[in-house]
């Protein structure tokens, strides 16, 4: 019903919806009943032939309508016009029942197959998918935003490919998109710009000396922040053993 009434006039959809429940409802107590049904399922679903078997006990068949009428049709990508959604109407062209090698038994499953560069359009799960920070590219800050605050202008090619520019926190997402330039991007994006030196060391090729991978201006060994890019080292003397073995040990850093 859902995915039909995304493409057509669906006013009457809730009284379709409760007379098919009820037609559903009626069948099912008397299939079961006889047992057919439940040994039939019990084939391909375990856990919906408990829930048969429980609806017939108790007589409340409100969990099991549903799944049942997922059954009634398998998915199936619907390419025409470049729509990227998968469907479970019975309408799929002649060829796919033909060969029957397109259907899946869930919208998920469908949307993974088919389009899964888009899978949160064809899923319609876009609004509530994309939580994270991705990057301000084309504009003259570099900064990365907030998509739940942006939602509405986040670039078409970022909210059908989320896992490949959103990050769970600024400074995530300051670092893999950012990284030449990464405490200018946290503190544009609002976020606050580690304070603490870290025990790692990396080479400032342009001095040619390992330095730490921090930003303290009290502190002669920061080098500030390492670029994505950058090998680091737990100490200094590794750092110059592996990388700058040719520069004299109280040359390779400076403090």
């Given amino acids: 019903m859902e995915a039909i009434c995304s493409t057509s006039d669906c006013s009457d959809?809730?009284?379709?919806?409760?007379?098919?429940y009820e037609q559903v409802t009626d069948d099912l107590r008397d299939a079961i009943q006889d047992g057919t049904i439940v040994s039939s399922l019990q084939e391909s679903s375990d856990s919906l032939a408990t829930l048969l078997a429980t609806a017939t006990t108790t007589g409340d068949f409100s969990k099991v309508v549903v799944p049942i009428l997922a059954l009634l049709y398998d998915w199936y990508p619907v390419w025409k016009g470049q729509s990227n959604v998968c469907k479970n109407d019975g309408?799929?062209?002649?060829?796919?029942?033909?060969?029957?090698?397109y259907y899946e038994s869930s919208l998920d499953a469908c949307c993974e197959r088919f389009f899964s560069w888009d899978i949160y359009t064809c899923t319609g799960n876009s609004a509530t998918a994309l939580i994270g920070f991705y990057p301000n590219w084309g504009k003259s800050e570099t900064k990365c935003l907030n998509s739940t605050e942006t939602a509405s202008t986040i670039p078409d090619h970022m909210m059908q490919n989320p896992e490949n520019y959103l990050e769970n926190d600024i400074e995530a997402c300051c670092r893999r998109h950012?990284?030449?330039?990464?405490?200018?991007?946290?503190?544009?994006?609002?976020g606050s710009s580690p304070s603490t030196a870290t025990s790692d060391w990396y080479v400032d090729w342009s001095a040619e000396t390992c330095v730490k991978n921090c930003n303290d201006s009290s502190d002669a060994s920061c080098g500030g922040f390492a670029k994505g890019w950058d090998a680091l080292y737990s100490t200094s003397s590794e750092c110059c053993e592996k990388?700058?073995?040719?520069?004299?040990?109280?040359?390779?850093?400076?403090?």
Avoid: D, H
């Fill in 13 to 20: 959809a809730q009284e379709v919806a409760n007379q098919i």
């Fill in 91 to 101: 309408n799929e062209p002649t060829y796919m029942k033909v060969f029957g090698t």
């Fill in 243 to 255: 990388r700058l073995w040719y520069i004299e040990r109280n040359e390779c850093t400076v403090g």
């Fill in 178 to 190: 950012y990284n030449w330039e990464f405490s200018n991007c946290i503190s544009l994006s609002g």
